[in-house]
């Protein structure tokens, strides 16, 4: 009977040491194969978690429990133009959405345009949003400097305007205090009342780069229109969103008398869906840059089973001595499983110990990555080196036990 | 001690049947020093692989201090050559890179013992087989010929076995040296140990009180050996 002790854990452990310090070359380049999978599976999966989370944030950021509502596309008989290009939701819409939805937090009407902004010699081409004050609740929006556009603004159709870091950085230049500047829209003086806290972003739809005005002040000095070009609901939690939306859905219908929502003029998307969407993206993202590493795991296991293969061969003198001298067959299968198990794990380690380490640095260098190391992948990538250095070590060691002892000392 | 009972060993290749040993029958007793000798092909390592339990035979019975040998499994034989049968085999069959204490402690392994004992024991036997304390720490190649076959005598008493099955012992040793290896054979017979040398050689074979020659699978003679070198002859009298 296999009798385990700790005289039996001490000698395997002796022999195991013995055996990969006998061929030292080749033991660390075995460990540097896994070394590699593992440090790959590490650093792969937490620069696709990363990924996911930024997205996730950036997402986020824009508002938490968020609906937008837009509007539909214009139709002019049977042609139909763009989505969102349509004039059909207006200020009542607003009001009569704020009376009469249960469960929502704040609502934010916004018409939208490009203008050219000029203050002081200084010009640049941005947004400019006219809105209510509820906005900054609905798109989380936080203050640094001054304040957000208040009900009194709404009220008088002040001309004050509030910007956004970029557009402070375009107008006045990095680090001045923009309250009480004059900036000029459309020809029309505007008051900077307040700057918003930097969102971090780029691109087209900046959410640093723009300006907010209060809703009255822009219909009344820069588009006379009474249409909006979005409206931006809050719901007060995740949960009802689905509930808000309906609701929503069964005002907007009735208000424009239409009876099948198929026609509906308007669109709603909720944020949920985009987180969704970007998290089944990145997700394959992970998956792909995980299976990529998966391999490189795979090709180390392979490896490690290759060495063992090679060490049975080589040591099938050794074999057969310790089979005549009474060694038993489960020890000698122990032993290699043992040694194939424990290149794994010096392996997997020190793979771990490279991959966080990689995780951390490449950031540094490469500014737009960022990782998450998450424990998940570790233990992963612990189990799976775990496992590819007894299922790699297996057969070696299988095929070392059933040597006969008479052919195992006559090889040559 | 030993009892052996038409021994039979065939190996079957295709439709050829061939009897490495047909009807053997014989006993060892204690304290004996036995050769068994025969040209190549004889037999002699298929007798040896079976008395040395690595092998079980097509028919017959093998009886080792009372116990029927020819009927045990893998594990069952393991066991038994740990406790009754230590070997030294012609090419020494040390650990390479490895230290001679390692060397001897090897059958140790996975037994309940302490480092401690091991490590005594293992001297205990090296100095038995007469090896110099001196080199107890070196590496097993970077002994002599000599010395490695006295460290494979260590290690093949470590377990204090019934029989000490030596196959062809000087095969790869020169012949001073070779005498040496079989003068410390003599000196563990002297001690009471039994020992059975397989060998080709007659002048080997000649170190041992019996000699079982055989030819063909079948035991040609056995006959008690009165060649004994004469020094040795001197120190038996």
Same mark, same amino acid.
């Given at each position: 009977?296999?009798?385990?002790?700790?005289?039996?854990?001490?000698?395997?452990?002796?022999?195991?040491?013995?055996?990969?310090?006998?061929?030292?070359?080749?033991?660390?380049?075995?460990?540097?194969?896994?070394?590699?999978?593992?440090?790959?599976?590490?650093?792969? =999966? +937490?620069?696709?978690?990363?990924?996911?989370?930024?997205?996730?944030?950036?997402?986020?950021?824009?508002?938490?429990?968020?609906?937008?509502?837009?509007?539909?596309?214009?139709? +002019?008989?049977?042609?139909?133009?763009?989505? $969102?290009?349509?004039?059909?939701?207006?200020?009542? *819409?607003?009001?009569?959405?704020?009376?009469?939805?249960?469960?929502?937090?704040?609502?934010?009407?916004?018409?939208?345009?490009?203008?050219?902004?000029?203050?002081?010699?200084?010009?640049?081409?941005?947004?400019?949003?006219?809105?209510?004050?509820?906005?900054? %609740?609905?798109?989380?929006?936080?203050?640094?400097?001054?304040?957000?556009?208040?009900?009194?603004?709404?009220?008088?159709?002040?001309? =004050?305007?509030? /910007?956004?870091?970029?557009?402070?950085?375009?107008?006045?230049?990095?680090?001045?205090?923009?309250?009480?500047?004059?900036?000029?829209?459309?020809?029309?003086?505007?008051?900077?009342?307040?700057?918003?806290?930097?969102?971090?972003?780029?691109?087209?739809?900046?959410?640093?780069?723009?300006?907010?005005?209060?809703?009255?002040?822009?219909?009344?000095?820069?588009?006379?229109? *009474?249409?909006?070009?979005?409206?931006?609901?809050?719901?007060?939690? &995740?949960?009802?969103?689905? +509930?808000?939306?309906?609701?929503?859905?069964?005002?907007?219908?009735?208000?424009?008398?239409? !009876?099948?929502?198929?026609?509906?003029?308007?669109?709603?998307?909720?944020?949920?869906?985009?987180?969704?969407?970007?998290?089944?993206?990145?997700?394959?993202? %992970?998956?792909?840059?995980?299976?990529?590493?998966?391999?490189?795991?795979?090709?180390?296991?392979?490896?490690?089973?290759?060495?063992?293969?090679?060490?049975?061969? #080589?040591?099938?003198?050794?074999?057969?001595?310790?089979?005549?001298? $009474?060694?038993?067959?489960?020890?000698?299968?122990?032993?290699?499983?043992?040694?194939?198990?424990?290149?794994?794990?010096?392996?997997?380690?020190?793979?771990?110990?490279?991959?966080?380490?990689?995780?951390?640095?490449?950031?540094?260098?490469?500014?737009?990555?960022?990782?998450?190391?998450?424990?998940?992948?570790?233990?992963?990538?612990?189990? =799976?080196?775990?496992?590819?250095?007894?299922?790699?070590?297996?057969?070696?060691?299988?095929?070392?036990?059933?040597?006969?002892?008479?052919?195992?000392?006559?090889?040559? | 001690?030993?009892?052996?009972?038409?021994?039979?060993?065939?190996? &079957?290749?295709?439709?050829?049947?061939?009897?490495?040993?047909?009807?053997?029958?014989?006993?060892?007793? #204690?304290?004996?020093?036995?050769?068994?000798?025969?040209?190549?092909?004889?037999?002699?390592? %298929? /007798?040896?692989?079976?008395? $040395?339990? /690595?092998?079980?035979?097509?028919? $017959?019975?093998?009886?080792?201090?009372?116990?029927?040998?020819?009927?045990?499994?893998?594990?069952?034989?393991?066991?038994?050559?740990?406790?009754?049968?230590?070997?030294?085999?012609?090419?020494?069959?040390?650990?390479?890179?490895?230290?001679?204490?390692?060397?001897?402690?090897?059958?140790?392994?996975?037994?309940?013992?302490?480092?401690?004992?091991?490590?005594?024991?293992?001297?205990?036997?090296?100095?038995?087989?007469?090896?110099?304390?001196?080199?107890?720490?070196?590496?097993?190649?970077?002994?002599?010929?000599?010395?490695?076959?006295?460290?494979?005598?260590?290690?093949?008493?470590?377990?204090?076995?019934?029989?000490?099955?030596?196959?062809?012992?000087?095969?790869?040793?020169?012949?001073?040296?070779?005498?040496?290896?079989?003068?410390?054979?003599? !000196?563990?017979?002297?001690?009471?140990?039994?020992?059975?040398?397989?060998?080709? !050689?007659?002048? =080997?074979?000649?170190?041992?009180?019996?000699?079982?020659?055989?030819?063909?699978?079948?035991?040609?003679?056995?006959?008690?050996?009165?060649?004994?070198?004469?020094?040795?002859?001197? !120190?038996?009298?």
């Amino acid at each position: 009977m296999l009798y385990v002790s700790c005289f039996m854990i001490q000698d395997l452990f002796k022999e195991t040491l013995w055996a990969l310090t006998g061929n030292k070359v080749r033991s660390s380049l075995t460990i540097l194969g896994i070394v590699i999978g593992i440090a790959s599976v590490i650093t792969m =999966v +937490s620069i696709g978690q990363g990924a996911q989370s930024s997205i996730e944030k950036n997402i986020q950021s824009i508002g938490s429990n968020l609906i937008m509502i837009s509007p539909g596309a214009q139709k +002019s008989g049977m042609i139909m133009g763009g989505r $969102g290009g349509a004039q059909t939701l207006k200020i009542s *819409d607003v009001e009569a959405i704020r009376n009469e939805t249960e469960g929502i937090i704040g609502v934010a009407p916004e018409i939208s345009d490009r203008n050219q902004i000029t203050a002081k010699g200084n010009n640049t081409n941005t947004r400019v949003i006219g809105t209510s004050p509820d906005y900054s %609740t609905v798109r989380n929006i936080e203050i640094d400097l001054g304040v957000f556009i208040t009900d009194q603004h709404i009220k008088k159709s002040s001309k =004050v305007a509030v /910007l956004g870091p970029t557009t402070r950085d375009d107008l006045f230049g990095e680090g001045i205090d923009p309250v009480g500047k004059v900036i000029k829209i459309k020809n029309v003086d505007f008051e900077v009342v307040g700057m918003t806290v930097s969102k971090g972003g780029s691109g087209f739809n900046n959410a640093d780069d723009v300006i907010y005005v209060p809703l009255t002040a822009y219909q009344h000095f820069l588009s006379d229109s *009474d249409y909006v070009s979005g409206i931006n609901i809050a719901a007060e939690s &995740q949960e009802i969103m689905t +509930s808000v939306q309906e609701q929503i859905t069964e005002i907007l219908l009735r208000l424009h008398k239409i !009876e099948d929502s198929v026609d509906a003029d308007f669109s709603i998307t909720n944020q949920t869906d985009i987180i969704s969407t970007a998290s089944s993206i990145t997700g394959t993202l %992970t998956i792909l840059l995980s299976s990529i590493a998966g391999i490189s795991l795979l090709v180390g296991g392979i490896g490690i089973m290759n060495m063992m293969l090679t060490t049975v061969t #080589e040591r099938t003198r050794e074999i057969g001595l310790r089979k005549a001298v $009474g060694i038993k067959k489960i020890y000698i299968n122990l032993q290699f499983l043992a040694e194939a198990i424990m290149l794994t794990f010096i392996g997997g380690t020190l793979g771990i110990f490279l991959g966080w380490i990689a995780s951390i640095i490449i950031p540094k260098f490469a500014t737009s990555i960022s990782t998450e190391i998450s424990f998940g992948s570790i233990i992963l990538a612990f189990s =799976v080196s775990a496992g590819v250095g007894i299922v790699f070590g297996f057969y070696p060691a299988r095929r070392a036990a059933n040597l006969s002892p008479i052919e195992a000392l006559r090889y040559e | 001690m030993i009892s052996c009972k038409n021994l039979t060993k065939i190996y &079957q290749n295709g439709d050829t049947k061939t009897f490495a040993l047909n009807n053997v029958s014989f006993e060892i007793s #204690e304290g004996e020093f036995v050769s068994i000798i025969g040209p190549s092909g004889s037999g002699k390592s %298929t /007798l040896m692989h079976i008395l $040395g339990a /690595l092998d079980n035979p097509t028919s $017959g019975e093998y009886f080792l201090d009372g116990r029927e040998v020819s009927k045990l499994n893998d594990d069952e034989l393991s066991e038994l050559r740990k406790n009754k049968i230590g070997f030294v085999f012609q090419s020494f069959n040390l650990l390479p890179r490895t230290t001679v204490l390692r060397n001897v402690m090897l059958p140790l392994l996975y037994t309940k013992t302490t480092n401690q004992e091991r490590l005594e024991r293992a001297k205990q036997c090296l100095h038995y087989a007469g090896m110099e304390e001196n080199k107890f720490q070196n590496l097993s190649n970077q002994l002599s010929g000599g010395q490695m076959q006295r460290v494979a005598i260590a290690r093949a008493l470590i377990n204090n076995p019934s029989i000490i099955l030596a196959d062809e012992p000087t095969g790869n040793l020169d012949t001073k040296t070779s005498r040496t290896v079989m003068e410390a054979l003599r !000196e563990l017979n002297k001690k009471g140990h039994t020992i059975i040398l397989i060998t080709h !050689e007659m002048d =080997v074979a000649n170190y041992a009180n019996r000699i079982i020659f055989v030819r063909d699978g079948i035991i040609e003679k056995d006959e008690i050996n009165n060649h004994i070198p004469y020094n040795m002859q001197q !120190e038996t009298k």
